[in-house]
């Protein structure tokens, strides 16, 4: 079992946990998941591990809770334990150790791409973050990559940074110079838009890929994803890859498969907690 020793909220509907995972704190290296499931008949859920403390052994997951087993997860409270944390999983970012890299989160993606720029940072290398969200409240760990480099916070409503994507900053730097690398994390259109936009400049793009997963480790083929016309595993071949050789198109398909069954899910969630709901609110 793995304790939870913290849950902090950081956006509507995104949690902070930080778990004691000591032997995955110690080996982890950015870019790395682990698989959680919260019980012994949960669903797995791969999560990338947004920070770790070898000292203290713990680990920081992210969660956005958009499905029932999300749902479940950041229920979980201080004193509570998870189940089974599988990990690390996945291929290490490939960290450049020279030149400007830029960093581009978006939303729940900001979490992922930390740990990178925290690992390039640690390589000396100069990194600048763009991150993105929906309005103020959906922008998150800014203060953490501020440790790093420069952050440049966007919403799409403007009420918080620049208005407008992630995409306008990174025009504005990639229109500068001095871009070498870029680092993209978040929903699969902004990666899309990130890639399409860098690779004009032919700025070497890396994202990472948030494929279905159910093994982690290349035997059931869910997590599949076309890279360059070859097809590729994300958890054991990624979950990063070359954003200019990526079939978004397939990624987007593939996400939606069990789209029908997800909904269905969450609609018999609520209807099984209206009752202590209900109860609850007559108190
Ligand atoms: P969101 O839809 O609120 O978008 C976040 C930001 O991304 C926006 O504020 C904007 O700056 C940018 N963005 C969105 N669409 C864009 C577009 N078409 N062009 C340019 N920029 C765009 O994001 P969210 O709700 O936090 O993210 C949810 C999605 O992220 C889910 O689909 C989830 O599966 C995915 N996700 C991906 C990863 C990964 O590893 N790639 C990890 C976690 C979550
Ligand atoms: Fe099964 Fe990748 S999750 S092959």
């Given at each position: 079992?793995?304790?939870v020793?913290?849950a902090?909220?950081?956006?509507p509907?995104?949690t902070?946990?930080v778990?004691?995972a000591?032997r995955?704190a110690?080996?982890?290296q950015?870019?790395?998941?682990?698989?959680?499931?919260?019980?012994?008949?949960a669903?797995?859920?791969?999560?990338?591990?947004?920070?770790?403390?070898?000292e203290?052994?713990t680990?920081?997951l992210?969660i956005q809770?958009?499905?029932?087993?999300?749902?479940?997860?950041?229920?979980?409270?201080?004193?509570?334990?998870?189940?089974?944390v599988?990990?690390?999983l996945g291929?290490?970012?490939?960290l450049?150790t020279?030149g400007?890299?830029v960093?581009?989160?978006?939303?729940?993606?900001t979490?992922?791409?930390?740990?990178?720029?925290?690992g390039?940072a640690?390589?000396?290398?100069?990194?600048t973050?763009?991150?993105?969200?929906r309005?103020?409240e959906w922008?998150?760990?800014?203060?953490?990559?501020?440790?790093?480099?420069?952050?440049?916070?966007?919403?799409d409503?403007g009420s918080?940074?620049?208005?407008?994507?992630?995409t306008?900053?990174l025009r504005?730097?990639?229109?500068?110079?001095?871009?070498?690398?870029v680092?993209?994390?978040g929903?699969?259109?902004?990666?899309k838009a990130?890639?399409a936009?860098t690779?004009?400049?032919?700025v070497?793009?890396?994202?990472?890929l948030?494929?279905?997963?159910?093994?982690?480790?290349?035997?059931?083929?869910g997590?599949?994803?076309?890279i360059?016309?070859?097809?590729?595993?994300a958890?054991v071949?990624?979950p990063?890859?070359?954003a200019?050789?990526?079939d978004f198109?397939?990624?987007?398909?593939?996400l939606t498969?069990?789209?029908d069954f997800?909904?269905?899910?969450?609609?018999?969630?609520?209807?099984?907690?209206?009752p202590?709901?209900?109860?609850?609110?007559?108190?």
């Amino acid at each position: 079992m793995y304790p939870v020793l913290a849950a902090t909220a950081l956006s509507p509907n995104v949690t902070r946990l930080v778990v004691e995972a000591p032997r995955i704190a110690q080996v982890r290296q950015p870019g790395q998941f682990v698989i959680v499931r919260r019980g012994p008949d949960a669903e797995r859920i791969p999560l990338t591990i947004a920070d770790a403390d070898a000292e203290a052994g713990t680990i920081t997951l992210v969660i956005q809770a958009v499905g029932k087993s999300t749902m479940d997860l950041v229920e979980v409270a201080p004193g509570d334990s998870i189940a089974d944390v599988v990990g690390p999983l996945g291929s290490p970012t490939e960290l450049l150790t020279t030149g400007h890299a830029v960093c581009v989160g978006g939303g729940v993606g900001t979490a992922v791409v930390h740990p990178i720029a925290q690992g390039l940072a640690a390589l000396g290398v100069p990194v600048t973050s763009v991150i993105g969200g929906r309005s103020r409240e959906w922008v998150i760990f800014e203060e953490e990559l501020r440790r790093y480099g420069p952050v440049l916070v966007c919403t799409d409503d403007g009420s918080y940074g620049r208005h407008g994507f992630v995409t306008d900053a990174l025009r504005d730097l990639l229109d500068e110079g001095g871009v070498d690398h870029v680092y993209a994390v978040g929903p699969v259109p902004m990666m899309k838009a990130v890639s399409a936009l860098t690779l004009p400049y032919k700025v070497p793009t890396l994202v990472s890929l948030n494929a279905i997963m159910v093994d982690g480790t290349g035997m059931c083929g869910g997590c599949r994803v076309s890279i360059g016309g070859v097809s590729k595993y994300a958890c054991v071949d990624g979950p990063e890859f070359d954003a200019h050789q990526v079939d978004f198109g397939l990624l987007a398909d593939r996400l939606t498969t069990y789209r029908d069954f997800e909904q269905a899910a969450v609609a018999r969630r609520t209807a099984c907690l209206l009752p202590a709901l209900a109860e609850a609110a007559a108190r």
